[in-house]
Nanobody, 130 residues
Framework: QVQLVESGGGSVQAGGSLRLSCAAS????????MAWFRQAPGKEREAVAL???????????ESIESMKGRFIISQDNAKNTVYLQIYSLKPEDTAMYYC????????????????????WGQGTQVTVSS
């Protein structure tokens, strides 16, 4: 059974950085897409970033203007781990961050849709204070 386990969250001051990790156990070699989502208190879960393919091509949620240039998704295939590096953290980045995997039927045009992802981690909390 494939499982995703996030780590790396914490409480930081605005301006700080964090690197979130998502380790896949029982990893499926057919993973196509791995994505990060986040859910702030009282808000819906939203897509943050996607990485796909062996070459690690990436997409970011363009709708979140405040994220541009501060979030970087990457992967280490040897470790079956996907990362989300966040720089210049802001209070509005406070959320539970989840990673998710899609192994089949993945559509790049709608990568932001949660329904594409069959496996989710339990989340890691990021809290940013001003």
């Amino acid at each position: 059974q494939v499982q995703l386990v996030e780590s790396g969250g914490g409480s930081v001051q605005a301006g700080g950085s964090l690197r979130l990790s998502c380790a896949a156990s029982g990893y499926s070699s057919t993973w196509n897409y791995m994505a990060w989502f986040r859910q702030a208190p009282g808000k819906e879960r939203e897509a943050v970033a996607l990485i796909y393919g062996a070459a690690g091509r990436t997409w970011y949620a363009e709708s979140i203007e405040s994220m541009k240039g501060r979030f970087i998704i990457s992967q280490d295939n040897a470790k079956n781990t996907v990362y989300l590096q966040i720089y210049s953290l802001k209070p509005e980045d406070t959320a539970m961050y989840y990673c998710a995997g899609c192994s089949s039927g993945c559509d790049g045009n709608t990568w932001y849709r949660q329904s594409q992802y069959s496996v989710w981690g339990q989340g890691t909390q990021v809290t940013v204070s001003s």
